[in-house]
């Protein structure tokens, strides 16, 4: 009567869902060890770690430091919250983009999803971290791309499904 899954996201559940039976995910579990990725992804990416650990000499002096950044997470769940709390030392303006433009710790703005377009321009750091859903689906697409910083940082901790992996490759 009760199917407790391990997983954080159960949308590959959803088409075996049964009302007679309670589901419950383990919504939370993983919001440590993700948000903490994420960070690490952010760092690196900012760092240029994968040219810089290939590099046979110092070379230029590249990279970007995350201090003092314009950082924009869109979502607001246990992994958004976390990974807000890990940046809170590098001194971050951190905008949060959500369903309800609900004021959040830590967080200078909160816009809902309809005002995306409007804050991607500002953004250094762009953390995907919103559930899949049929209104998440590609909601960072060709637009959305193009209307970031040509040095912004994407890192998506989300469901695969939320960037339009085509758009990002062109």
Known sequence: RWVQLPFAGVDAFIPIFRDSIAWTSAKGA???PVAEFALAL???ALREL???ARAT???DKSGTML???N?????????AQEFIRLIAPFRTHVTVVRRREQPMAGVERTVTTERLGEVLP??????????ATSLTRKLIGGP???AMRPTAVLVNIARGSVVDTRALAE
């Open 144 to 146: 959305e791309l193009r």
């Open 122 to 131: 500002d953004a250094d750091v762009v953390v995907v971290a919103a559930a």
């Open 30 to 32: 993983y919001s440590e």
């Open 42 to 44: 952010t760092l690196g």
């Open 71 to 79: 950082v924009l997470v869109i979502g607001a769940g246990g992994i």
């Open 50 to 52: 994968p040219r810089r």
């Open 57 to 59: 000499e110092w070379g």
């Open 67 to 69: 201090y003092g950044l």
